[in-house]
């Protein structure tokens, strides 16, 4: 995985883990790799991954077995719940981004539309 | 208590220059240490004095709460910047070397990560490149079972994917009870391993606190920090 340095890497982190497991790449009960071995794997301090599971306990998202380790929430919903918060910032950054270049709804609808119809048609 | 050291009011004359300033310091267990700034600002210095090689002009190093004596010393694995072996050794007599001085040296993990870094045990010192010294040095600190490791500036001269294991190295090394700090003004390779980051500028702490708060806080990289606390000279 590779960082951007500006940003927290514990943050960095739960996006991906959050990616993951909304993608299905981490299905839901499974268990993660203990703190150690996760943060040899992806080049960081261990402290770092120990708070982002932290933070994914405070969320729902992960939970801890005490003996056991750490493993993704079992509950559908939670994670569609999930699913839903990371899409709406997803559009909430696209509609920012279109409006800072003049699109009002309309087009913005539009245009997305045109696009499918594009990549439909190249496929 | 997880304070592993404390540095009270710790200063440093030398005969025309002042190396330290009143420099006050809790490091605590289980967390990596960056100690950045440029030549001259005083890293060095610093380790030394904790490592028991310079003796400070005024202050207090305290190690578990004891004072600086050869017990604590005992306790500290000290990496210095130069290349500290003899030419006509081997590897492996370096191994043996180590072994025979620390009683804390792990032979055995030591071999282990020497393989897998890949320095043959039968090289010799004078054949080795300077990447490989580079991780031989840090692999040898590290393979003593110690609570402080010092490491001075183990990414000087070395390229860049000798960086990366040694960037390796270091973070598997850290464990709970352990206390690292790496000293650098390469900072941008190795930013994401550091929990803590001291800023050192001529001879006092211009900056010290958590990696990611000052992240969010500053809205920059560690580097971009470090540019700003040194760039207006």
């Known amino acids: 995985m590779e960082f951007n340095n500006n940003i927290p890497i514990y943050i960095q982190v739960m996006e991906k883990i959050k990616q993951n497991i909304v993608s299905g790449k981490l299905k839901l009960g499974v268990k993660m790799p203990s703190s150690r071995d996760y943060s040899a794997q992806l080049g960081i301090n261990f402290n770092t991954v120990a708070r982002v599971y932290k933070e994914m306990e405070l969320e729902e998202i992960l939970f801890t077995k005490r003996g056991l380790g750490t493993f993704v929430t079992k509950s559908p919903e939670r994670i569609n ?42 496929e | 208590m997880n304070e592993l050291l404390k540095i009270q009011h710790l200063s440093k004359y030398y005969y025309n220059k002042n190396a330290l300033n009143d420099v006050n310091l809790s490091l605590e267990k289980g967390k990596i240490y960056g100690l950045l700034g440029p030549n001259g600002s005083g890293k060095t210095t610093l380790m030394k004095i904790i490592a028991g090689l310079h003796k400070q002009t005024s202050g207090e190093v305290l190690l578990n709460n004891r004072p600086l004596s050869y017990k604590t010393k005992a306790n500290i694995s000290y990496m210095p910047t130069e290349n500290f072996f003899y030419d006509s050794f081997k590897v492996k007599d370096i191994v043996k070397f180590y072994s025979d001085m620390y009683e804390d040296f792990q032979v055995e993990s030591a071999f282990n990560t020497l393989e897998k870094i890949k320095v043959d045990p039968e090289f010799s010192i004078s054949k080795l490149s300077s990447g490989l010294v580079g991780k031989l040095k840090v692999a ?64 006092t702490i211009a900056l010290a606190g958590d990696a990611e708060e000052l992240r969010m806080s500053r809205c920059t990289s560690v580097e971009g920090i470090y540019k700003e606390v040194f760039g207006n000279d």
């Open chain 1, 81 to 122: 719940r999930l699913r839903h918060e990371m899409a709406k910032k997803q559009i909430n950054a696209f509609i920012n981004g279109m409006q800072k270049i003049g699109f009002t709804k309309k087009d913005m609808i539009k245009f997305i539309e045109m696009e499918f119809n594009n990549q439909e048609r190249n």
């Open chain 2, 140 to 203: 040898l600190a590290l393979s003593r079972n110690v609570e402080l490791y010092m490491l001075d500036e183990p990414l000087n001269g070395v390229d860049v994917l000798s960086r990366d294991v040694i960037i390796d190295l270091i973070t598997r090394s850290c464990g709970e009870n352990k206390v690292i700090v790496v000293s650098t003004h390469l900072v941008s390779e190795i930013e994401k391993i550091l929990d803590s980051l001291i800023f050192l500028k001529d001879g």
